[in-house]
């Protein structure tokens, strides 16, 4: 068993001239749920689409549960869950097809069993025959979270997953997330803005300002650190100011 | 936009039979009254021509209308994945690239497929009804084959469409490029190597390249570029064209390396390429 499930070291990725991320080094344990912070721009997508495979580092590596981003690509793959930010499904089709669609990109050839346990644990059941057109931002973004996790991820990455919630979606979202975190211990990686979400979900937090990581600690420890910041978002623009790293 | 030119496509095919058999009736028409007034011995142009001859103008509405819907079916079906961020979802899994490119591509030309069995369909019914007899199994044969022909010409298109929805910064360039090599193909370089009028070049019969030195040469150069003329040349020899000569293979060998080339490129898209964001 590997302690660690993402570890990056040096991990580094440029668009051109402009380098995204330098020189990451960031260590999560299985079984938590760490959140990315940053501004716009902060390298935090950069991150997510390394550690999910989407693009090549440009130096360093990474690894998730051991295996290698790059030499193990499709093993990663197969280890992993992702929901990207602003994702559209094919809106013409059901949920039902939409999730067979991705459940068989997973690998797994009779899915809907599997599909309506996921659709049981989400508590949305009755809209497998609806048009995903039809449905809310909070419904497509459970349609997100169901079609991520149907192949039994052990690590879930979730890119702004509350982005565009009314209050009631990012209450629900976060519940599905603890849940997932504490009924299979599947460590989540996420990227957010919004704060008040970070303290009611993640247990450690990281803080990336163009491109570098300029803090990393468990979130008990972040708020202990800050006796004189009122609340994490202090904390954040505290960390986010200070010149040094 | 794909469902627009899909009913033009299917209206110019099953127009392409009727304007065949006016132009029938209006030759005739004329060449009874010469023959009656006693201005002519020579036989009827119509008399023994195929009854294949009505869907000759098929052959420029698959080049102009087929083509471009070809386009239109293979840039939405990669730049929708670009900008609804599909791709990722599909590329954060174990699949390959040319697995889901292929996998795409297949879908797009089974549907095609089915639009020329439609459009096989119809000229099929509408030849049968003007010649007032059911087509014999050797014309029916020969139209089957001109669709697969048709088929064949169209791949590229689809391809070029997909690669320029994977490459293009914007959506516009993704649209634009592919329509713009189209016209190159189409119309550009048979007249380099022809010196052929652009408006001859909407005739189904293929281009002859003209007897000029240079124009000789260019043709040689061009000629296999040259992607209609081919498909002009061997739509004519299937169709059983009389005006046409020559075999159609090194047509059918051009056509074929076309799509042999795109199916390369499409298939070789590397991950990071399939999932860059649109500047808009």
Not at chain 1, 9 to 30: D, Q
Not at chain 1, 211 to 220: H, P
Not at chain 2, 171 to 196: D, K, M, N, R
Request: a neutral charge; aromatic letters at 8%.
């Amino acid at each position: 068993m590997n302690d660690t499930a993402i570890k990056t070291t040096e991990l580094s990725h440029s668009y051109g001239p402009k380098a995204a991320l330098k020189g990451l080094n960031l260590s999560v344990g299985e079984g938590e749920i760490f959140g990315l912070l940053g501004h716009n721009g902060a390298g935090k997508t950069t991150a997510v689409s390394l550690l999910t495979t989407l693009i090549p580092p440009t130096e360093g590596t990474a690894t998730i549960l051991g295996l290698d981003i790059h030499a193990d690509a499709d093993e990663v793959r197969r280890t992993i869950g992702y929901l990207p930010e602003n994702v559209q499904f094919y809106g013409n089709l059901t949920l039902l097809e939409n999730l067979r669609f991705f459940a068989r990109l997973s690998g797994l050839d009779k899915p809907d069993a599997r599909i309506r346990e996921v659709l049981e644990f989400l508590d949305f059941t009755g809209h497998e025959s609806e048009r995903l057109s039809t449905f809310s931002k909070g419904m497509r973004q459970r349609v997100g979270i169901a079609q991520s996790i149907l192949h039994n991820p052990k690590v879930l990455f979730l890119d702004e997953p509350t982005s565009g919630l009314d209050p009631q979606g990012v209450r629900n979202l976060r519940e599905i997330i603890l849940n997932l975190n504490r009924h299979f211990g599947m460590t989540i990686f996420m990227n957010t803005h919004l704060l008040a979400e970070v303290t009611q979900t993640c247990t450690s937090i990281g803080v990336l300002r163009e491109g570098e990581l300029v803090y990393q600690d468990s979130l008990a420890a972040t708020l202990t650190a800050f006796p004189d910041e009122a609340s994490l978002e202090d904390i954040y623009l505290h960390i986010e100011a200070r010149p040094e790293r | 936009m794909p469902q627009v030119l899909l009913a033009v496509f299917v209206g110019m095919v099953t127009a392409s039979s009727v304007i065949g058999w006016l132009t029938n009736q209006v030759v005739t028409s004329v060449y009874d009254r010469t023959f009656a007034a006693g201005l002519t011995t020579q036989p009827n142009p119509f008399s023994a021509v195929s009854p294949l001859y009505y869907a000759k103008n098929t052959v420029i509405y698959i080049i102009l209308i087929g083509a471009l819907l070809a386009i239109v079916l293979g840039v939405q079906s990669t730049i929708r994945d670009r900008k609804a961020h599909t791709f990722d979802l599909v590329l954060s899994r174990p699949v390959r690239p040319a697995s889901y490119l292929g996998a795409k591509l297949a879908g797009l030309l089974c549907w095609v497929a089915g639009i020329l069995a439609l459009s096989a369909l119809i000229s099929w019914t509408s030849i049968s009804a003007i010649v007032g007899s059911v087509l014999s199994p050797g014309d029916t044969a020969r139209l089957l084959g001109f669709y697969a022909l048709a088929w064949l010409f169209l791949l590229p298109f689809i391809i070029l469409g997909m690669l320029t929805g994977v490459y293009s910064r914007r959506e516009t360039t993704a649209l634009l490029v592919p329509i713009v090599i189209w016209s190159v193909v189409t119309f550009v370089v048979p007249q380099l190597g022809t010196a052929a009028h652009p408006v001859s070049l909407l005739n189904p019969v293929p281009a002859i390249a003209s007897q000029g030195g240079v124009f000789q040469l260019a043709n040689l150069v061009l000629g296999p570029l040259s992607l209609t003329e081919h498909f002009k040349q061997a739509s004519a020899f299937v169709l059983g064209d009389t005006a046409t000569t020559g075999s159609p293979l090194l047509s059918l060998v051009v056509m074929v390396a076309f799509a042999g080339c795109m199916l390369v490129v499409l298939l070789t898209t590397q991950r990071d390429r399939m999932r860059s964001p649109l500047d808009e």
